[in-house]
């Protein structure tokens, strides 16, 4: 069932969210409804990709390669072979866990790389061009989950994706702009024999023949193609011909790596979400449990009380995100104390509901301590019950620039995600510590909040979103927008969101989608807002287990998101 229903839009409302605190009115949008499984992601072929993997017998897992592939074919501004993420799994039985694709520093990299002689940050290093890539993870994370829980050849779930690149796929509005917008960065960047320096314009269809060779050689030769084999030397020499730093003996020693998710309780739901080097699942489970005591319901949705709930929340959260979070590997983590329900009731304490705290008084939290944009993210159930929520990313909208026309793909520009000078912004407006400095072979920090969470011990909602660092509040609403005021699935994905990062210290609105009575009543309690036209918060992707067990997909209608499910 790939399209609305317009008999379920009439018939299932009652059914489905009267077990809703507050239900929904018959006017809300639903999403679609499917029986059996779902896939939702940034492009409607990637979607039906990964769909008809599961019809042909394939489970989640084999879906989640080829829809994360099929974006990397009809969604380069962030679908990737060149770049990482994170995945959380749950299966059918109930056990979790999770995956860490994170791209790496190459074994050149130093702390200082992107700084002067005067020590200034040279942003343009770190964001644009041959340096600014870390080593990628995609396909090995890929290949690691798939072959671990999949039950189909890679051959079958590649062909489909192959077919793709080779036979082309229809360009949208949205992306037909995107790309004549950066056109001219990609010629900069790459010279002007590059692929995509050519009039692109929605409607037409895009065929990538040498991305269909690249994955071809995938097919064939397993993961090593990528590593260690033709496609690696391709690669390690376009950068080393370029002036980068990555080499065969980076793409060589690269390993996803398994880890224990984040999971924590609130009210009365069970959050799995991803832990360091994605501060995510702490930034999330920090937030949650700061705003858990306030009786959210009652305060009404988007009204002045609730806002400002979860923007004293969140600006505590990402002053300790900033300060503590990196990679484990290289630095330890406080975790228990930062999640300790006590520290975090200290941390709220200050919390005045007649006037905003300011930034400049919140530093990180302390406590006796010894011995750290844009994305794409797509969630899969599958008719087993297993379920998965990836988020991966190349960081900036086609990454680095800088294009493999050898291969067929963008690199990620993901080493602007280092505090590559501690206190001074990324490109997303974070600033962080020593705990997210640079050093070779380590993972950079990121905000990628892939989420699974149970009800009851069952299922309920997968979900994610790309947005930089606006992921963790775009989640974090979401499951507020069902849980606390009983939303349906695709209305929680459209609702307007919020957000605010600690730093700089600004609340940031969804463009023309708040009401200006209540922005000035912020204003008067001390609020700073954005005036600028903010960018969109987040894109979410998502997916509720409905009561009577079918499933509603929630597709971002601020990009061209589209579920697929049967």
């Known amino acids: 069932m790939r399209f609305r229903s317009a008999i379920v839009l009439l018939a299932g409302v009652f059914l489905v969210f009267s077990c809703a605190k507050k239900p929904i009115t018959s006017e809300a949008k639903l999403g679609l409804i499917a029986e059996k499984a779902m896939v939702v992601s940034?492009?409607?072929?990637?979607?039906?990709?990964?769909?008809?993997?599961?019809?042909?017998?394939?489970?989640?897992?084999?879906?989640?390669?080829?829809?994360?592939?099929?974006?990397?074919?009809?969604?380069?501004?962030?679908?990737?072979l060149g770049g990482g993420g994170f995945m959380v799994y749950r299966m059918a039985d109930g056990s979790v866990g999770s995956i860490d694709f994170r791209e790496k520093a190459p074994l050149a990299a130093t702390k200082d790389m992107y700084l002067d002689e005067n020590g200034e940050f040279l942003s343009n290093l770190s964001t644009k061009g041959i340096l600014a890539s870390g080593v990628p993870g995609t396909i090995a994370g890929l290949f690691e989950a798939q072959a671990k829980?999949?039950?189909?050849?890679?051959?079958?779930?590649?062909?489909?994706?192959?077919?793709?690149?080779?036979?082309?796929f229809v360009v949208t509005p949205n992306q037909a702009e995107r790309l004549q917008r950066v056109r001219n960065t990609l010629v900069e960047v790459n010279g002007a024999e590059t692929f995509f320096n050519q009039d692109i314009k929605s409607g037409d269809t895009l065929k990538i023949p040498i991305l269909a060779a690249t994955l071809e050689r995938i097919a064939k030769n397993g993961r090593d193609e990528f590593y260690t084999g033709e496609t690696a030397k391709i690669l390690a020499k376009h950068m080393q011909d370029r002036g980068g730093i990555i080499t065969e003996e980076d793409l060589a020693g690269y390993e996803a790596k398994w880890r224990d998710p984040v999971v924590f309780p609130y009210q009365d739901l069970n959050i799995i979400s991803m832990a360091p080097p994605s501060s995510g699942g702490m930034t999330?489970?920090?937030?949650?449990?700061?705003?858990?005591?306030?009786?959210?319901?009652?305060?009404?949705?988007?009204?002045?009380?609730?806002?400002?709930?979860l923007v004293e929340a969140e600006r505590r959260a990402y002053a300790d995100r900033n300060y503590y979070l990196g990679d484990p590997d290289f630095v330890k983590i406080p975790v228990d104390q930062l999640l300790d329900d006590e520290y975090l009731k200290s941390r709220m304490a200050s919390f005045n509901p007649e006037k905003a705290t300011k930034s400049e008084d919140i530093a990180k939290g302390e406590f006796a301590f010894s011995e750290s944009m844009e994305t794409?993210?797509?969630?899969?159930?599958?008719?087993?019950?297993?379920?998965?929520s990836l988020t991966t990313t190349i960081n900036?909208?086609?990454?680095?620039?800088?294009?493999?026309?050898?291969?067929?793909?963008?690199?990620?520009?993901?080493?602007?995600?280092?505090?590559?000078?501690?206190?001074?912004?990324?490109?997303?407006?974070?600033?962080?510590?020593?705990a997210n400095s640079i050093a070779p072979g380590k993972r950079m920090?990121?905000?990628?909040?892939?989420?699974?969470?149970?009800?009851?011990?069952?299922?309920?909602?997968?979900?994610?979103?790309?947005?930089?660092?606006?992921?963790?509040?775009?989640?974090?609403q979401t499951i507020l927008n069902v849980s606390e005021f009983g939303m349906g699935m695709q209305q929680a994905v459209e609702s307007p969101r919020f957000h605010h990062?600690?730093?700089?210290?600004?609340?940031?609105?969804?463009?023309?989608?708040f009401d200006s009575a209540l922005i000035q009543t912020l204003k008067s309690r001390g609020y700073l807002i954005n005036e600028a036209n903010s960018p969109v918060i987040g894109k979410v992707?998502?997916?509720?287990?409905?009561p009577n067990g079918k499933l509603e997909g929630g597709a971002d209608p601020r990009g061209d998101d589209k579920a697929a499910g049967f």
């Open 284 to 309: 999330l489970a920090q937030i949650l449990k700061m705003i858990e005591p306030f009786d959210l319901e009652k305060m009404g949705h988007h009204s002045p009380e609730y806002i400002q709930v």
């Open 376 to 388: 794409t993210h797509f969630s899969i159930v599958d008719a087993e019950g297993n379920a998965v």
């Open 396 to 434: 900036g909208g086609y990454g680095s620039k800088v294009f493999i026309d050898e291969l067929g793909f963008f690199m990620n520009n993901e080493m602007d995600d280092f505090s590559a000078k501690p206190g001074t912004p990324n490109m997303f407006g974070l600033t962080g510590a020593e």
């Open 445 to 476: 920090l990121s905000a990628m909040t892939p989420t699974i969470v149970e009800k009851g011990g069952k299922l309920w909602m997968v979900v994610g979103t790309p947005g930089g660092s606006t992921i963790i509040t775009s989640v974090l």
């Open 541 to 546: 992707d998502a997916i509720l287990v409905l």
């Open 149 to 168: 829980f999949g039950k189909l050849s890679i051959a079958e779930i590649l062909q489909p994706v192959i077919n793709l690149a080779r036979n082309g």
């Open 42 to 80: 940034a492009r409607e072929e990637a979607s039906q990709i990964g769909l008809d993997i599961l019809k042909k017998g394939g489970n989640a897992f084999d879906a989640m390669m080829a829809t994360e592939l099929a974006l990397a074919v009809t969604f380069p501004f962030a679908g990737n």
């Open 501 to 513: 990062q600690w730093l700089p210290d600004l609340v940031n609105f969804e463009p023309g989608s």
